[in-house]
């Protein structure tokens, strides 16, 4: 069966840079590494722009107010394996400009302890140059309009 849900994903920017994390699937480690967003499922009856403040305090430490969260600057269609279960994942992606921090481990449940590895702020340059797989794959194109001002309309995203 197919778990199909929304989620709220944020790229969080500082000095031109974007803050990832490191992720794996804890029941296939076979499958390697991978570099995403913060961000996750939208409870019910929960706003995308709360689900993204939520999850950016869950997974960075970082408190964010859900005011900061302007338009949708991005949208993709994501399916995917992940602890055993098939996901058919709707994500609606937001920016929000911050001052450089240090994330921390703040509410992570079982699965966020087993499968997030670990933090680390990407300039569009080392997204560009980098060997490692990143989720979306288009994110130095989205982080570098983010930078540049408004995002007038969404990106459409691949589901890679």
């Avoid at 019910?44 to 939520?54: I, N, P």
């Avoid at 991005?74 to 055993?84: I, V």
């Avoid at 994330?103 to 490692?132: F, K, M, Y």
Wanted: hydrophobic share 45%; glycine share 8%.
């Amino acid at each position: 069966m197919i778990i199909q849900r929304r989620a709220a994903r944020v790229l969080l920017i500082a000095d031109g840079a974007v803050l990832l994390i490191k992720g794996c699937d804890p029941a296939r480690p076979e499958r390697g590494t991978w570099w995403l967003t913060p961000g996750g499922g939208v409870d019910d009856g929960e706003s995308l722009e709360a689900a993204a403040a939520r999850e950016v305090l869950e997974e960075t430490g970082l408190v964010v107010a859900r005011e900061r969260f302007g338009p949708c600057i991005a949208t993709r269609t994501a399916e995917f394996e992940f602890d055993g279960r098939e996901f058919r994942q709707r994500e609606w992606f937001f920016a929000v400009t911050v001052d450089r921090f240090t994330p921390a481990r703040h509410g992570w449940d079982d699965i966020e302890v087993r499968a997030l590895l670990e933090h680390r702020w990407w300039t569009p340059a080392e997204l560009d140059s980098t060997d490692d797989v990143v989720y979306p794959a288009e994110l130095a194109t989205v982080l570098r309009a983010a930078v540049a001002g408004p995002v007038d309309s969404p990106f459409r995203l691949t589901g890679e």
